[in-house]
């Protein structure tokens, strides 16, 4: 054997070189990826809000917090993007594919407008709707062609619903599919009865389309197929649209498929009921692939409901799909897609759509520990830090609208020990001064999300009984402790009561909990099915056994409201106080068993705007009474008090003592309890407020809330001061 020369080793190589830069990668979203795939350093997300609103039927975008695909911030202050001029003039289920060369975007969607049945009713939009797809063209994202309407329906078609795309390579095409109920040909009114199916149809240029066939006719009514496509396989993801009923349990739900070959009319069987347990129903699947990991992600459009609600996986052969835990979405997002794109891409979406001329759109630097809040109105931004990071050499990122400068540039460090001003020059010439504030947060207390705090200070050490949140609907079925000896540094003693298997006459929704001593025994008043419970227990810390087997407030009684949110408080001859309610607010003497009243002695003391989360305190003889106005999911939510002569009153309403901080992110700050000091007179007010947004959190919401601590503090005629809620949180807190 000759050996090998320099040239017969460099020829083998060139060759296996050429090939791999010819070869395309596997497949990132829906839709095939360029030849030479960039990196990604982010996602751009379309969609429509539905038709409860006159512009809910058009094309938003949404882009991601860098390449966390679950948290997204909106672009043009939420507002279309997109806007349709023809056809049914409604825009749904917006689809949008990069072209296999990386040169081009197409961006597709449904003709039908559904707001105040303007197309029609849901019946007559499938028997005589759009035969056709709406289509523009764009090389950035940014500038798109004029909208054309392309028929792609065949007549005997009554809708032409969720189109979308994918590059096949062994066809050299892009194959077009979405769903359609097709009449007979004897039929041309489309009187009689029939199912939706789902057609495909090829293009090398949306413009020219071959004729449709059906592509996916399992001999019921099914919608909204969207196509990932993993090394040699696509898996398909589609609603199957039948009634819910005992034969087809999985209605409503997403079916997972694979095949080897995109246009084939037999794919095989992963999965069904994809979303049950989740959701109460689901349509509009979108799928793509993470940037950065091996694992894919399914966003999922409960309809009726949530919207779109994110699921992911690491197998797609599994057909199993977990629901995301933390995650930040648009406000009411309806079937979209979600398209990687490079941080040039990234970039020029972010500068294009501005909220005003010479706006600050995002701020970001190192230790940041929530996303910054921009404040348009009063050209502020405030950075959330983590408690150590150091404000004295901190070089932050502005990004700005297209063509703006600003100064000093971008990346400069500064000392921001103290806000700094920076001058933002737009492409106009419009000139604003932004001030921007880092602020070092020791926010929330508690690790995660707890809601509905009860603190007390009990054995000398403070301790917090909350809500544990985070659950759709408050389901919850856990409480926890936490106890601290400075307010500051906690301790969570773990689950002290569980509903399953503590609990014999509820199961869920566990809220809103209280805790009082009594002889050396600690009694736990809950929430549990919008009734109140108690529980007792030797120690704080539990753990504690329902003491009557049954509620102490039951619903369905003579009250009025919800029985939830008990508080009570104890007087100085050693009285105690159970306070409660939601809509209507009681109060009632506790028998000196803790566990029992007199029904009879139940007051009605509802002030005005009460809405739940009573707490009553005593200082220099005075009685105060507080309380929570409007509602836990808005972020009007609120702390309001009264003052009286006794814990029966009469109150005499005096105003609101804590409210929301917007400019910093401070939302929905309620449900309060309030501890003294033992020998001083100082007071704490512990609350709940929206979930602060930041990296791998749950967008703050309702059910999604953080608990903190501020300082309340009394004027000299003995009123409340208004509370300033603060991300910085208090120092630690010292006993005398």
């Given at each position: 054997?000759?050996?090998?020369?320099?040239?017969?080793?460099?020829?083998?190589?060139?060759?296996?070189?050429?090939?791999?830069?010819?070869?395309?990668?596997?497949?990132?979203?829906?839709?095939?990826?360029?030849?030479?795939?960039?990196?990604?350093?982010?996602?751009?997300?379309?969609?429509?809000?539905?038709?409860?609103?006159?512009?809910?039927?058009?094309?938003?975008?949404?882009?991601?917090?860098?390449?966390?695909?679950?948290?997204?911030?909106?672009?043009?202050?939420?507002?279309?993007?997109?806007?349709?001029?023809?056809?049914?003039?409604?825009?749904?289920?917006?689809?949008?594919?990069?072209?296999?060369?990386?040169?081009?975007?197409?961006?597709?969607?449904?003709?039908?407008?559904?707001?105040?049945?303007?197309?029609?009713?849901?019946?007559?939009?499938?028997?005589?709707?759009?035969?056709?797809?709406?289509?523009?063209?764009?090389?950035?994202?940014?500038?798109?062609?004029?909208?054309?309407?392309?028929?792609?329906?065949?007549?005997?078609a009554g809708n032409t619903w969720a189109p979308e795309a994918y590059w096949d390579d062994s066809l050299g095409e892009y194959v077009v599919f979405w769903a359609s109920k097709l009449y007979a040909d004897d039929d041309p009114d489309h009187t009689g009865s029939t199912y939706n199916k789902m057609l495909y149809a090829t293009t090398k240029d949306f413009r020219t389309f071959s004729e449709p066939k059906v592509w996916d006719d399992p001999g019921y009514s099914v919608i909204d197929s969207t196509v990932v496509k993993h090394k040699d396989t696509y898996y398909r993801y589609t609603k199957d649209e039948r009634d819910p009923s005992s034969s087809s349990p999985c209605s409503k739900f997403i079916t997972a498929e694979k095949s080897t070959s995109l246009t084939s009319t037999k794919y095989d069987f992963v999965a069904?009921?994809?979303?049950?347990?989740?959701?109460?129903?689901?349509?509009?699947?979108?799928?793509?692939?993470?940037?950065?990991?091996?694992?894919?992600?399914?966003?999922?459009?409960?309809?009726?409901?949530?919207?779109?609600?994110?699921?992911?996986?690491?197998?797609?052969?599994?057909?199993?799909?977990?629901?995301?835990?933390?995650?930040?979405?648009?406000?009411?997002?309806?079937?979209?897609?979600?398209?990687?794109?490079?941080?040039?891409?990234?970039?020029?979406?972010?500068?294009?759509?501005?909220?005003?001329?010479?706006?600050?759109?995002?701020?970001?630097?190192?230790?940041?520990?929530?996303?910054?809040?921009?404040?348009?109105?009063?050209?502020?931004?405030?950075?959330?830090?983590?408690?150590?990071?150091?404000?004295?050499?901190?070089?932050?990122?502005?990004?700005?609208?297209?063509?703006?400068?600003?100064?000093?540039?971008?990346?400069?460090?500064?000392?921001?020990?103290?806000?700094?001003?920076?001058?933002?020059?737009?492409?106009?010439?419009?000139?604003?001064?932004?001030?921007?504030?880092?602020?070092?947060?020791?926010?929330?207390?508690?690790?995660?999300?707890?809601?509905?705090?009860?603190?007390?200070?009990?054995?000398?050490?403070?301790?917090?009984?909350?809500?544990?949140?985070?659950?759709?609907?408050?389901?919850?079925?856990?409480?926890?402790?936490?106890?601290?000896?400075?307010?500051?540094?906690?301790?969570?003693?773990?689950?002290?009561?569980?509903?399953?298997?503590?609990?014999?006459?509820?199961?869920?929704?566990?809220?809103?909990?209280?805790?009082?001593?009594?002889?050396?025994?600690?009694?736990?008043?809950?929430?549990?099915?919008?009734?109140?419970?108690?529980?007792?227990?030797?120690?704080?810390?539990?753990?504690?056994?329902?003491?009557?087997?049954?509620?102490?407030?039951?619903?369905?009684?003579?009250?009025?409201?919800?029985?939830?949110?008990?508080?009570?408080?104890?007087?100085?001859?050693?009285?105690?106080?159970?306070?409660?309610?939601?809509?209507?607010?009681?109060?009632?003497?506790?028998?000196?068993?803790?566990?029992?009243?007199?029904?009879?002695?139940?007051?009605?003391?509802?002030?005005?705007?009460?809405?739940?989360?009573?707490?009553?305190?005593?200082?220099?003889?005075?009685?105060?009474?507080?309380?929570?106005?409007?509602?836990?999911?808005?972020?009007?939510?609120?702390?309001?008090?009264?003052?009286?002569?006794?814990?029966?009153?009469?109150?005499?309403?005096?105003?609101?003592?804590?409210?929301?901080?917007?400019?910093?992110?401070?939302?929905?700050?309620?449900?309060?309890?309030?501890?003294?000091?033992?020998?001083?007179?100082?007071?704490?007010?512990?609350?709940?407020?929206?979930?602060?947004?930041?990296?791998?959190?749950?967008?703050?919401?309702?059910?999604?809330?953080?608990?903190?601590?501020?300082?309340?503090?009394?004027?000299?005629?003995?009123?409340?001061?208004?509370?300033?809620?603060?991300?910085?949180?208090?120092?630690?807190?010292?006993?005398?």
């Amino acid at each position: 054997m000759r050996p090998r020369t320099a040239r017969t080793l460099l020829l083998p190589l060139l060759a296996l070189l050429l090939g791999l830069l010819s070869a395309p990668p596997s497949t990132a979203n829906s839709g095939a990826p360029p030849v030479n795939k960039p990196k990604y350093a982010g996602y751009l997300f379309t969609y429509f809000t539905g038709e409860g609103t006159a512009d809910g039927e058009q094309i938003r975008y949404a882009l991601s917090r860098g390449n966390d695909p679950l948290h997204w911030r909106e672009l043009n202050a939420g507002k279309p993007v997109l806007t349709s001029t023809t056809g049914e003039k409604g825009l749904r289920d917006p689809f949008v594919i990069r072209s296999p060369k990386g040169d081009k975007f197409y961006l597709i969607a449904t003709d039908l407008r559904m707001y105040r049945n303007s197309s029609g009713s849901w019946d007559h939009v499938q028997r005589h709707g759009s035969k056709s797809i709406m289509v523009w063209e764009s090389t950035d994202l940014v500038h798109w062609t004029d909208q054309r309407l392309v028929k792609v329906s065949p007549d005997s078609a009554g809708n032409t619903w969720a189109p979308e795309a994918y590059w096949d390579d062994s066809l050299g095409e892009y194959v077009v599919f979405w769903a359609s109920k097709l009449y007979a040909d004897d039929d041309p009114d489309h009187t009689g009865s029939t199912y939706n199916k789902m057609l495909y149809a090829t293009t090398k240029d949306f413009r020219t389309f071959s004729e449709p066939k059906v592509w996916d006719d399992p001999g019921y009514s099914v919608i909204d197929s969207t196509v990932v496509k993993h090394k040699d396989t696509y898996y398909r993801y589609t609603k199957d649209e039948r009634d819910p009923s005992s034969s087809s349990p999985c209605s409503k739900f997403i079916t997972a498929e694979k095949s080897t070959s995109l246009t084939s009319t037999k794919y095989d069987f992963v999965a069904d009921c994809v979303g049950s347990g989740a959701m109460s129903r689901g349509e509009g699947p979108t799928v793509f692939k993470s940037n950065t990991e091996e694992k894919w992600y399914l966003f999922i459009d409960e309809y009726g409901g949530r919207g779109y609600v994110p699921f992911e996986t690491t197998d797609l052969d599994s057909g199993q799909w977990t629901p995301s835990t933390n995650y930040q979405l648009p406000a009411s997002p309806r079937h979209g897609t979600v398209l990687p794109v490079t941080q040039a891409e990234y970039d020029r979406l972010l500068a294009a759509y501005p909220v005003g001329p010479a706006s600050v759109v995002d701020v970001t630097a190192k230790d940041q520990k929530g996303y910054a809040i921009v404040t348009e109105a009063s050209s502020k931004v405030v950075l959330p830090m983590r408690p150590d990071a150091d404000l004295s050499r901190l070089a932050p990122k502005l990004a700005i609208g297209e063509g703006a400068s600003v100064s000093p540039g971008s990346g400069t460090r500064r000392d921001f020990r103290k806000p700094q001003t920076y001058t933002v020059t737009a492409a106009d010439g419009t000139r604003r001064t932004w001030t921007v504030e880092a602020v070092r947060t020791g926010s929330p207390v508690l690790p995660g999300l707890n809601a509905d705090p009860d603190v007390h200070y009990l054995n000398g050490e403070y301790w917090i009984y909350p809500t544990t949140d985070g659950f759709q609907g408050w389901g919850g079925t856990r409480f926890k402790a936490y106890s601290s000896k400075d307010l500051v540094h906690w301790k969570d003693h773990g689950v002290i009561l569980d509903l399953g298997p503590d609990v014999t006459w509820a199961d869920t929704y566990a809220w809103a909990p209280a805790i009082a001593e009594r002889d050396g025994k600690y009694y736990f008043y809950f929430c549990a099915e919008q009734q109140i419970g108690v529980a007792v227990a030797d120690s704080p810390a539990g753990p504690f056994k329902d003491a009557l087997g049954k509620p102490l407030v039951a619903k369905g009684g003579s009250f009025q409201g919800q029985m939830i949110d008990p508080a009570v408080y104890t007087d100085d001859d050693g009285t105690s106080y159970l306070y409660w309610g939601n809509g209507h607010g009681y109060v009632v003497p506790l028998n000196d068993d803790m566990t029992s009243y007199d029904p009879a002695k139940v007051k009605d003391i509802t002030p005005d705007n009460f809405r739940e989360g009573s707490f009553v305190i005593k200082r220099k003889g005075t009685y105060y009474f507080m309380w929570s106005e409007d509602d836990t999911r808005s972020e009007n939510y609120h702390v309001a008090y009264a003052t009286g002569p006794s814990p029966l009153g009469p109150w005499t309403k005096k105003g609101t003592i804590l409210s929301k901080r917007p400019e910093y992110g401070i939302l929905a700050t309620g449900h309060h309890s309030v501890v003294n000091t033992p020998g001083t007179d100082d007071w704490y007010i512990v609350y709940h407020r929206f979930a602060l947004n930041g990296p791998g959190k749950a967008g703050g919401d309702g059910m999604h809330r953080e608990t903190t601590v501020d300082r309340m503090e009394f004027a000299a005629d003995g009123s409340i001061l208004p509370v300033v809620p603060t991300l910085e949180g208090i120092k630690p807190v010292r006993k005398n």
